[in-house]
T-cell receptor
Framework: SQKIEQNSEALNIQEGKTATLTCNYTNYSPAYLQWYRQDPGRGPVFLLLIRENEKEKRKERLKVTFDTTLKQSLFHITASQPADSATYLCALDAGSGTYKYIFGTGTRLKVLA | DAGVIQSPRHEVTEMGQEVTLRCKPISGHNSLFWYRQTMMRGLELLIYFNNNVPIDDSGMPEDRFSAKMPNASFSTLKIQPSEPRDSAVYFC??????????FGPGTRLTVL
């Protein structure tokens, strides 16, 4: 079955720097890969989706890359701000034609002022 | 737009009691998902419905868990009898496509 690995250790970076979070998977390459943000005490909030035939997707200060050869997605936040501090989850679809997604355990990001 | 609504937000119960969690999806969404989140296991999909029909319940831990979706605007997740290891945050999410899922605020369940 699909296994997703996200760095379980918290990532601390200085305000203004670029934060880079990693999502690795071990089995089949998904058709869709999503990134969500989760704040304490709240549900995850959708940020970006990237398809298997896309190498890169951008939205404002966010950028996601998808390398099906390395079985890896990178999530970048440029010009990071303390308000970007949260846990970031990646999610992979469980198979073509399904609405089912498998989530990673998330990486906690803290942006220091 | 009220978003996904879950109730209760917090539930504390004793082992052996029945627990019912409720969810109202976003109007017009045809898929509904129940997840459980713990520190150890992260966010796990329990069951999902499409057009009110259960499509995949392979994530439901055991027979103590059951879920229903009697209509497009309401779903329940029931645990009977509850056990301490069921303590977690339970999320409901809804979607209208294979893309974005919209999550509710969650129900924090504590079983003593």
């Amino acid at each position: 079955s699909q296994k997703i690995e996200q760095n379980s250790e918290a990532l601390n970076i200085q305000e203004g720097k670029t934060a880079t979070l990693t999502c690795n998977y071990t089995n089949y390459s998904p058709a869709y890969l999503q990134w969500y943000r989760q704040d304490p005490g709240r549900g995850p909030v959708f940020l970006l989706l990237i398809r298997e035939n896309e190498k890169e997707k951008r939205k404002e200060r966010l950028k996601v890359t998808f390398d099906t050869t390395l079985k890896q997605s990178l999530f970048h936040i440029t010009a990071s701000q303390p308000a970007d501090s949260a846990t970031y989850l990646c999610a992979l679809d469980a198979g073509s034609g399904t609405y089912k997604y498998i989530f990673g355990t998330g990486t906690r990001l803290k942006v220091l002022a | 737009d009220a978003g996904v609504i879950q109730s209760p937000r917090h539930e504390v119960t004793e082992m052996g009691q029945e627990v019912t969690l409720r969810c109202k999806p976003i109007s017009g969404h045809n898929s509904l998902f129940w997840y459980r989140q713990t520190m150890m296991r992260g966010l796990e999909l329990l069951i999902y419905f499409n057009n009110n029909v259960p499509i995949d319940d392979s994530g439901m831990p055991e027979d103590r868990f059951s879920a229903k979706m009697p209509n497009a605007s309401f779903s329940t997740l029931k645990i009977q009898p509850s056990e301490p290891r069921d303590s977690a945050v339970y999320f409901c999410a809804s979607s209208s496509s294979t893309d974005t899922q919209y999550f509710g605020p969650g129900t924090r369940l504590t079983v003593l």
